[in-house]
Structure formats: C-alpha cells, structure tokens
C-alpha cells in the first residue's frame, strides 16, 4: 500500500492529537481525543502507511514524524475515547498494529487492533484527506 494521507473519525468526530505533556499514562506519550468536526487539524492528519510483508497497518501523526497511533483499549481504557494515544517512537507493538477492512472503493475504510487475547478495540472509519 502506497501511504496515504487520511484522518480518523468516531461517530462525527474526528482524532486529535493533544500535544499537551504529561497528559497521557505514560511519560513522552500523547492523548488522542474526538474533538474535530474539520479533519484539516494539523494534530488529525495522519499517514496511513502498511509495512512491506505485512497484513497489517500503522498510522503516524503527520505533525510528529516517527509517532505512531496506538490503541490499549483493555488496560488504560475507561471509556472508549480514552484508550487512544500517540506513542512518539516507531516501535510497532501489537497495540500498534491496525488491521483494516475495505467497506467500499479505495483503501481500508476501517481500521481497530486485534489484541493477541483475541479482543479488539474500538474501530475508527478512515477518511481520505
């Protein structure tokens, strides 16, 4: 897959990064939040890129290069808007990986992580920018 340029949207809203410090559970890390009508955000601007060999994808904040989308809905959850952060390294973890299915024409339309326990998080429709 070519990367691609896209944002990620819940319901109406879509993903921003909060580059705000030490908001996230760890140190370094960054919250995701639905707070966006527009996807043009500097901070909801994603690249949607699928590493050679791989069946799954990885996303990276634009504004943050080397970060990657990271989805613990299991451990750090609460709600589910609140699993959702930036990690700011490219280490590509099983929370890192996002499997996508095609629902119409183009690139993965949804995306979610499928934890090894078999659980999955919540899913996020990717929009193309």
């Known amino acids: 897959m070519t990367p691609t340029k896209v944002a990620f949207q819940m319901g109406s809203y879509f993903a921003r990064v909060n580059l705000a410090p030490n908001l996230a559970p760890w140190p370094g890390w960054f919250n995701v939040v639905f707070d966006r009508l527009d996807p043009n955000d500097s901070g909801s601007r994603f690249t949607l890129s699928q590493p050679a060999g791989e069946k ?51 690139g993965p339309n949804v995306v979610l992580v499928q934890y090894p326990n078999g659980e999955v998080s919540a899913d996020l429709r990717v929009v193309l920018l």
Do not use: M, R
């Open 56 to 106: 799954k994808y990885k996303a990276t904040l634009d504004a943050l290069p080397g970060s990657l989308l990271s989805i613990d809905q299991g451990k750090h959850g609460g709600g589910v808007c609140k699993g959702f952060y930036l990690k700011p390294v490219d280490d590509w973890g099983a929370n890192e990986q996002l499997a996508g299915w095609q629902l119409g024409a183009g």
